[in-house]
């Protein structure tokens, strides 16, 4: 519910009222006795989604748009006819439901923007937590750095200066977009390069081997659901009047940690996470601005001036092309990244299922599986289109003092047959089990059963793990063979 005051000019008292007597809107009039141009004070609560109509009314009806207007939020309104007036708003069809008026979308989408000091030292502020805690491989870290980030201001503003057609908030949104988040990749950047120039990471660190880093370097797809379901959000809050400060977490969450990620690529020198992840976040970026532009405009604003319309169509159906063009430009990566992800998860089944089938064979029940790597290094980059990968790494356990020399060959040629390009290598960890004094009959396995290698590494993590017997001596050493 809004309270709306409006100042009459002298000679508008009785248009402004007849328009109100018409709507069935309750009023109270103080006179002004200021001496100014202004006659009277007209005071009357609206519902939410009747305030844009209403004042349009006023207008058509020869109220200045200069006239000096103020809406404020009204908590509660005990009225016969504001109770008749709101149900004929929520049975209207043409309205929708809690959207607030053009003017109080500006001004929420101006008070979302801070000032550009403000803006700036806030993001490269949440942009240096973030990547302190992708350093530190810390998710709580991250997800804090996303609380402080005020990234859901400048996208909103350029989305209602789109649609209303004012130039001036957009191209703030615009600039606060554009130099924040060439501010906040040098901040990463610089403060990623300290951290490594002074040691304070270990030595030799491979940052790609930080999940952090490594899930933000292929982006597929669901980048793009996750961007656009935050614009949307942004946009749904803002024109509902509701609190934004949750959507804006969301909003962080797909742009700031691949803007630290970018940062930390140029500090160490790694173009690939470079390109990875700016591309994440040129993807998010354009996205969410296409998603709250076009949720806007859908929900019906428009200038507040019929001459100016026309424009704003325009204007805002080129930029939303330009949006959608770019994703579009994107999306071959996002489409080859996300063939290769869904080809190399399918070809680590394959190399898994072939492994099971050596394992299973007779010459191997006392080999367990114990753990399967499957080394892309470059290859992804190199062959996308061969999602096989250049190195396998098996490691299984066998009781003491047993060999099994062809086991590396056989595996390989499980795997990849007759080609080329795949390296197999097999460890050995001979292991040592004493069962548990407690032990009986009736829990040790049946010595007629062979199982499977998948069973016999599930029994030896349960042994390992201590939750059915307990280890009483453990002897081991390792032996590895490569193909």
Not at 85 to 96: F, G, H, K, V
Not at 140 to 167: E, Q, R
Not at 206 to 219: G, K, N
Not at 429 to 441: G, I, R
Request: glycine content about 8%; aromatic content about 6%.
């Amino acid at each position: 519910m809004r309270l709306v005051q409006v100042m009459v000019p002298a000679g508008k008292r009785e248009t402004v009222l007849g328009v109100l007597d018409d709507e069935g809107i309750d009023y109270a009039v103080t006179d002004e006795t200021s001496g100014r141009e202004y006659t009277a004070v007209v005071s009357f609560p609206l519902p939410t989604s009747a305030v844009e109509p209403v004042l349009d009314s006023l207008r058509d009806a020869g109220l200045e748009r200069e006239s000096y207007t103020v809406v404020v939020d009204a908590k509660t309104v005990l009225s016969k006819k504001f109770e008749a007036l709101e149900a004929t708003y929520e049975a209207d069809e043409d309205t929708t439901g809690d959207r607030i008026a053009r003017e109080e979308l500006a001004t929420q989408a101006q008070e979302l923007a801070p000032q550009f000091s403000t803006y700036v030292l806030m993001t490269v502020v949440s942009v240096v937590i973030a990547t302190a805690g992708i350093l530190l491989d810390s998710p709580a870290v991250v997800v804090g750095s996303m609380v402080i980030a005020p990234l859901i201001g400048p996208a909103m503003a350029t989305a209602v200066g789109s649609v209303i057609d004012d130039d001036a908030l957009f191209g703030r949104g615009l600039k606060l977009q554009v130099l924040g988040f060439a501010t906040a990749i040098a901040a990463a950047a610089a403060f990623a390069w300290f951290v490594k120039t002074v040691n304070l990471v270990p030595p030799g660190l491979d940052p790609t081997t930080i999940e952090q880093v490594s899930s933000r370097l292929t982006p597929g797809f669901l980048s793009l659901a996750v961007a656009l379901g935050a614009g949307i959000a942004g946009a749904v809050s803002l024109r509902s009047g509701v609190s934004a400060s949750l959507v804006g977490v969301m909003i962080a969450v797909a742009l700031v940690p691949p803007t630290a990620v970018i940062g930390i690529g140029i500090a160490w020198g790694l173009p690939v996470v470079v390109l990875g992840s700016s591309v994440l976040v040129g993807v998010n970026v354009l996205s969410i601005n296409l998603a709250a532009m076009t949720t806007l405009w859908y929900s019906g604003y428009r200038p507040d001036n019929w001459l100016r319309r026309d424009q704003a169509r325009s204007a805002t159906l080129s930029r939303i092309g330009v949006l959608v063009g770019a994703i579009v430009v994107l999306s071959v990566f996002l489409g080859g990244t996300t063939y290769v992800t869904y080809a190399t998860a399918i070809a680590e089944q394959d190399v898994r299922e072939d492994l099971d089938s050596v394992l299973d064979g007779a010459a191997y029940d006392d080999v367990a599986l114990v753990e399967l790597e499957s080394v892309h290094t470059d290859r992804l980059w190199e062959r996308p289109l061969d999602p096989m990968p250049e190195r396998v790494v098996v490691t299984v356990s066998v009781p003491p003092d047993t060999a099994h020399p062809g086991l590396a060959a056989a595996v390989r040629e499980a795997i990849a047959g007759d080609e080329n390009g795949v390296d197999v290598e097999v460890r050995f960890v001979e292991t040592q089990h004493a069962p548990s004094l407690s032990s009986t009959p009736a829990t040790s396995p049946s010595p007629s059963s062979t199982p499977t290698s998948d069973e016999r590494y599930r029994q030896r993590e349960h042994d390992r793990t201590g939750q059915s017997s307990t280890r009483v001596g453990l002897a081991r050493s390792s032996r590895q063979f490569s193909s």
